[in-house]
């Protein structure tokens, strides 16, 4: 919003606020004149120079804070009727004025606050406070008002009380100040200009459908260039509605330091990402969810001194909150380092509370105990305070969260604290959405969820959609991708088997998945609506979107979308986790069941595909099975005797030749291998965090996952030996 290279924007900020503080005070200090003994005038002089006064303190201003505070003692004076305003009085108080915008010119030209002696004004201040002060002669009233220029900015004393101020022409290189190159606009005229935006956007959106292939050259060509100037004009009425988080953040430390001292808490609080920009709405709606959670952290999270001490933690808490973009999405993290959600005491309090019956208490993963913590009137306080106990606050801050099109999700580690993580969009008005139909309802996609497109022909889809416990998956690049059909969110009748399989990859939490719909169309600048209240209870839905021709189409909520595919969150992680069984970072894992009923998992991403071979086509080599498999030998590894050395079905008479094996073919630097397991049981995000370093060959110890205790499968030590085994019979011409 202004030209100044290198100028600190706090400062920018101060002159900007300064200046239009000090034209005020022109207005203001002339219109006393007619009426000294208005109390409205003297309190909004007051007011201001008092402003100026303090920020300039703030950022270390000294000679300008000191002719700001002896104007102010004078004010004061006359504000409570110490004194009486007259024409003397009110030259000395524009000199004043005039004296800190001369320093506020020298400031914006150097970076710097320019020296000078102040010391005949101040006087004259100190002595008009005593009630010393003559008045002039007449025609010694200062009469230039103008701010003079930054090149010609020279020490200024009360023996020169009205410099000359050049003209805009002999400004420093052309160059505009911040007043110049500012300026404050009511934020309702804001809002409307937005609205007029997304009407002209829906209009370009309708001319260009309505023309279609049928416009010639020049008809092209014109709307080509009124395409280009929508698109501008849009972004640039979106850039004067961005603020930077740093406004909401500010209110933080003073929360913390306040309720930290009412519960006797030692807390620091870390700030990261301050400048990371979201649409207005949006920022306002986020402001209440955000502060309550910080609320909760310090209330809930973060012990005591003593405690933390005791848990052999330093006496100091720390929260973080850490904002940044992400695919079109602001996430903002609050971090803290406290005793963490014991999902065990969750689960009783909901149980107290009526929240779930004991049934339902007994089959919940851990993932879906803390989760409960966002249940209406549910709480883990011992009694009801100011702070918290009511039951009411975490339901609300998700539902405000996605009122506005976001989710929130928390991660947490007893004893080591918790992360709640929230994504909302960058604005609320008007955004890029992929229009996609099932059964030719035409439904919207936010782009900033999109990732890719894939069009699988009838022919294909049987060999790349597979099947995990029953739920589709397909192989995109080398990953296992759940699939989820719209038509089955929304209760529709089957696709049939000879139409083409358009996948749209979605991504939520860093989380990929494949919504299957019927057709995809292009994407489209949409304007956004809320839904209706007899609307905002349905799941899968987070706003209305007006399309190009006019009509209105619901957006689906893809967070909604990946929770019915059996995906849970990831607060607080990232896309760059490795999967591996190091430290207790969430993992992805395939879950397999062995003949002897154990269970055992392997991380998701050496899995190259899950295969069913007939037993009829296992061969030996040397005593060790081995298939043939796309123009490979791969090697069998049986999960039960082979691997865990437990006794189990082996090769040979007893093989059931009607019963195919299920094997998941694993991959590793170039080698693949086969893993013959009972069952394919689920693709599960699991946090080894109650782990039994007990291990053998082919185990990295045990785990409890989905409620079971589970081996944890190291590959190295079984493709290692197998692929020397190989190539040794190669070499051998076996």
């Not at 022109?26 to 303090?54: C, M, N, W, Y």
């Not at 020298?106 to 004004?121: M, V, W």
């Not at 829906?202 to 709307?223: E, F, I, P, Y």
């Not at 849970?568 to 069984?581: K, L, V």
Request: proline share 5%; charged share 25%.
């Amino acid at each position: 919003m202004n030209e100044l290279d290198g100028l600190d924007e706090i400062v920018s900020e101060f002159l900007l606020e300064s200046n239009e503080n000090l034209d005020q005070l022109d207005q203001d200090l002339v219109a006393l004149e007619s009426d000294p003994t208005s109390k409205e005038l003297l309190g909004r002089i007051f007011r201001s120079i008092h402003t100026v006064k303090g920020t300039s303190g703030f950022l270390g201003l000294h000679r300008l804070e000191k002719v700001a505070h002896a104007g102010e003692n004078l004010l004061a004076k006359l504000r409570d009727g110490d004194l009486v305003l007259h024409a003397g009085l009110s030259d000395l108080l524009l000199q004043t004025v005039d004296i800190m915008r001369a320093i506020l010119t020298g400031l914006e030209a150097t970076n710097a606050e320019p020296q000078g002696d102040d010391s005949t004004l101040l006087a004259d201040l100190t002595a008009a406070c005593a009630g010393e002060s003559p008045a002039p002669p007449a025609g010694e009233l200062p009469t230039q008002r103008t701010r003079e220029s930054a090149d010609e900015v020279a020490p200024i004393t009360a023996a020169d009380p009205a410099p000359e101020a050049p003209t805009a022409e002999a400004g420093h290189d052309g160059r505009r100040s911040v007043s110049e190159s500012s300026v404050r606009v009511d934020i309702t005229v804001l809002d409307q200009l937005m609205t007029l935006v997304g009407e002209l956007v829906l209009t370009r959106n309708q001319v260009l459908q309505q023309t279609g292939s049928k416009r010639d050259a020049a008809v092209g060509r014109t709307l080509g260039r009124l395409d280009q100037l929508t698109a501008d004009l849009q972004d640039a009425v979106l850039k004067t509605r961005m603020q930077p988080i740093e406004h909401v953040w500010s209110k933080v430390p003073r929360v913390v330091r306040d309720l930290a001292r009412q519960l006797n808490k030692d807390v620091a609080v870390h700030l990261h990402g301050g400048e990371t920009e979201l649409d207005r709405a949006v920022l306002e709606s986020v402001k209440d969810p955000l502060t309550h959670l910080v609320r909760n952290a310090i209330d809930h999270g973060i012990e005591t001194p003593d405690d933390r001490v005791a848990a052999g933690k330093p006496r100091q808490g720390n929260l973080t909150l850490r904002a940044y973009h992400d695919a079109g999405q602001v996430t903002v993290e609050i971090t803290d380092d406290g005793n963490g959600i014991d999902p065990e005491v969750v689960r009783t309090r909901a149980l107290e509370r009526g929240l779930i019956d004991a049934r339902v208490a007994a089959t919940m993963s851990r993932d879906q105990l803390i989760d409960l913590v966002f249940a209406p009137g549910f709480s883990t306080a011992a009694a009801v305070t100011n702070v918290s106990g009511r039951g009411v606050g975490m339901d609300v801050v998700r539902s405000n969260i996605q009122q506005i099109g976001g989710s929130v999700d928390i991660s947490s580690t007893v004893g080591k604290g918790s992360s709640f993580r929230i994504t909302i969009p960058l604005t609320l008005a008007i955004i890029p959405t992929l229009a996609v139909t099932s059964m030719d309802e035409v439904y919207a996609i936010p782009q900033a969820s999109l990732v890719e497109l894939v069009r699988l022909d009838p022919a294909h889809t049987a060999s790349r959609v597979e099947n995990v416990s029953g739920s589709p998956v397909f192989r995109l690049r080398g990953r296992l991708l759940p699939l989820l059909d719209l038509r089955d969110v929304l209760g529709e009748p089957a696709r049939p088997a000879d139409q083409p399989t358009s996948i749209a990859v979605l991504v939520s939490d860093g989380q990929q998945l494949g919504l299957v719909v019927d057709r995809v169309s292009a994407i489209e600048d949409t304007v956004v609506k809320p839904l209706g209240a007899h609307l905002r209870g349905l799941p899968v839905y987070s706003g209305a979107a007006v399309m190009g021709d006019g009509g209105v189409s619901l957006i689906l909520d893809v967070a909604a979308l990946a929770a019915r595919a059996g995906m849970t969150s990831r607060a607080g992680s990232t896309d760059t986790e490795e999967e591996t069984f190091e430290g207790d970072t969430l993992e992805r894992l395939l879950l397999l069941s062995t003949s002897n009923g154990g269970q055992v998992a392997l991380p998701l991403s050496a899995v190259d595909r899950l295969e069913e071979i007939a037993a009829d086509r296992l061969e030996r080599i040397g005593g060790h099975e081995v298939v043939q498999y796309r123009d490979r030998i791969l090697p069998l590894v049986r999960l039960v005797d082979s691997l865990l050395g437990a006794s189990g079905p082996t090769w040979g008479a007893d093989e059931d030749p009607n019963k195919p094996l299920t094997v998941v073919v694993c991959a590793r630097d170039g080698h693949l291998i086969g893993l013959v397991a009972e069952q394919v049981l689920d693709i599960v995000h699991a946090e080894l965090s109650i782990r039994s370093p007990l291990d053998s060959s082919g185990r990295l110890g045990s785990a409890v996952i989905s409620g079971r205790v589970t081996e944890l499968v190291d590959l190295d030590p079984i493709i290692g030996p197998m692929a020397s085994l190989l190539g040794a019979h190669a070499a051998a011409g076996v």
